[in-house]
């Protein structure tokens, strides 16, 4: 579950050796984990399985910095979205049980909702609802760590009303899911974790995932972190927000038997997984199809606090790659590359990890305050022990790594900023946007 538009991430670490014999093909990929561990880029714990087993998994980094509490495999993070590929069978059992249709409206449970009567619950699911997506809301990062009520979080979708008309195109939204989640109590009459329990973790035997409370590091679970120069515990978000759409907490290990039961027809018939992997418009219901060269994965990434997630499955060599993180300063991007290029043993250049030093004349020219009239939010640059510190108004302050003569990166959330400071401004890239800042004279 992330914050679609404004971002900041994780973290990084010291590595552990908590990795077991591996074949040959890893070896590099293990190297690879260490360094990044090694360089406070990441931590966290990556599996590999053919065939529902393991072949790869290493564990890096700290699961607790401050005593210095290495992360292990078994180790529980929070997984933000990839809860709802969960949420997603549980909605496709209630249909195979008559509860639900794909058709059915919105408006037989939440008429108050803008378009209710035009939103069904396949919408709901492939993200085409238009329902305003409430994570995205500039004082997410000042609510998430307090409980919410049902009735706040509705009053907070109706306060965004539609952002576009239903069924017209696809756009993230955990609204839609925490929406699937209330309609799955209504209909069963049971708590979301029951459901889960009940319907998903016991017959797989999944006895590490579950609706996270507050982080107890002493029975097992990682604390999250941002990088500010070194490693900050993240807050908490209360889990009465996001709920089925970003609400559990589990190991690699236990997401690599979600992954194989799933695809194994364990839960859902072949017809409701089919129904769950089509794709219109890059959405499926409750997974993305996330190619690698010719090969399909179908699965979700999650985002929630300083922790991120990856699950994804490969049908046709049936391989499954999961890894969890509780602090990045990388591109995560660039560590599933890495994991994948080592199992289909494709040709992949260990990249180089040093960073460019930065002047103190030029270090002077970026400082300042900015503002953009694109978004109504400042842009604060300021020099931490020698590189670029960014915060955006109401958001963690985040250091950035310098790529580029005037460009940095925040490369987590794929965040670039380019300064030119001979017009004293900079230029945000994040995705399809580009914003410009002006320093406040």
Known sequence: ML??????????????????????????????????????KFMGTVLIAEHGQPVFQKAVGWADPETQKPLELESKLRIGSVTKM?????????IEQGRLSLAQSLADFYPQIKNSEKISISQLLQHRSGIFNITNRLDYNFYRTNPHTEDQLL????????????????????????????ILGKIYKSSYEDLLRSQILNP?????????GPIEVGKGEAKSYLYNGNWQEDLEAHPSIPLGAGAL?????????FASGLFE?????????????????????????????????????????????????????NVTLTVLSNGMNYDNNEILIAALSAQFEKEWE????????????LMQKYIGTYTSTQIPLQLTVE????????????????????????????????????????QEQVTLKQGAANILFRKKQ
């Open 3 to 40: 914050n679609r538009f404004f971002f900041f991430c994780l973290i990084a670490v010291v590595f552990t050796p908590c990795a077991q014999a591996q074949s040959p093909k890893y070896v590099h990929l293990s190297q690879f984990l260490d360094s990044l561990a090694a360089k406070d």
């Open 86 to 94: 969960f949420t997603s069978v549980l909605v496709f059992q209630a």
């Open 155 to 182: 009053a907070m979708m109706l306060e965004g009303g539609s952002v576009f008309e239903p069924d017209t195109k696809a756009d993230y939204s955990n609204s839609n899911y925490i929406l699937l989640t209330f």
């Open 204 to 212: 797989l035997g999944m006895k590490e995932t579950y609706v996270f």
């Open 249 to 257: 907490t589990s190991t690699v290990s236990d997401l690599s038997k």
């Open 265 to 317: 027809g364990k839960l859902i018939s072949t017809g409701s997984l089919a129904q769950m992997m089509e794709m219109k418009d890059g959405f499926g219901r409750g997974m993305f199809m996330i190619p690698f060269y010719e090969r399909k994965s179908f699965g979700h990434t999650g985002g929630i606090d300083g922790f991120r997630a990856f699950l994804g499955h490969f049908p046709e060599e």
């Open 350 to 361: 260990f990249p180089h990890l040093r960073e460019r030093a930065i002047s103190e004349e």
């Open 383 to 422: 020099n931490k022990e020698g590189k670029v510190a960014i915060q955006l108004t109401g958001q963690p302050q985040a250091v950035l790594d310098a790529t580029a003569e005037h460009t940095f990166e925040l490369k987590a959330v794929r965040a670039v900023f380019v300064f030119d400071p001979d």
